[in-house]
Nanobody, 122 residues
Framework: EVQLVESGGGLVQAGGSLRLSCAAS????????IGWYRQAPGKEREGLSC????????YIQDSVKARFTISSDNAKNTVYLQMNSLKPEDTAVYYC???????????????WGQGTQVTVSS
């Protein structure tokens, strides 16, 4: 069974940085896509980024492209979301998600982590 565990969230001042990690396990195929989403209170879940294990294609949503970067360490089965120049409006629960297959972006993911809280103070 695919398991995803996020870490790296916390409280940071505006302008600061955080690196979120998504440790993945249980894949039965080398072809999968991992994505990052966030959900702020009272708002819909928002897709931010994804990375494909087979072709290393990546996607970053335009609204965060200048500040967020996605990367992976295949040896550790971990995907990272580097977030710089954080703003109070980035405050949300951040989730990683996965689906078998290849290519980004994706509109559907089958497996989800429990989420990690990111709070940006002004």
């Amino acid at each position: 069974e695919v398991q995803l565990v996020e870490s790296g969230g916390g409280l940071v001042q505006a302008g600061g940085s955080l690196r979120l990690s998504c440790a993945a396990s249980g894949f039965t195929s080398a072809d999968y896509v991992i994505g990052w989403y966030r959900q702020a209170p009272g708002k819909e879940r928002e897709g931010l980024s994804c990375i494909s294990s087979s072709d290393s294609s990546t996607y970053i949503q335009d609204s965060v492209k200048a500040r967020f970067t996605i990367s992976s360490d295949n040896a550790k089965n971990t995907v990272y979301l580097q977030m710089n120049s954080l703003k109070p409006e980035d405050t949300a629960v951040y989730y990683c998600a996965a689906i078998y297959g290849s290519g980004c972006p994706r509109v559907w993911f089958d497996y989800w982590g429990q989420g990690t809280q990111v709070t940006v103070s002004s």
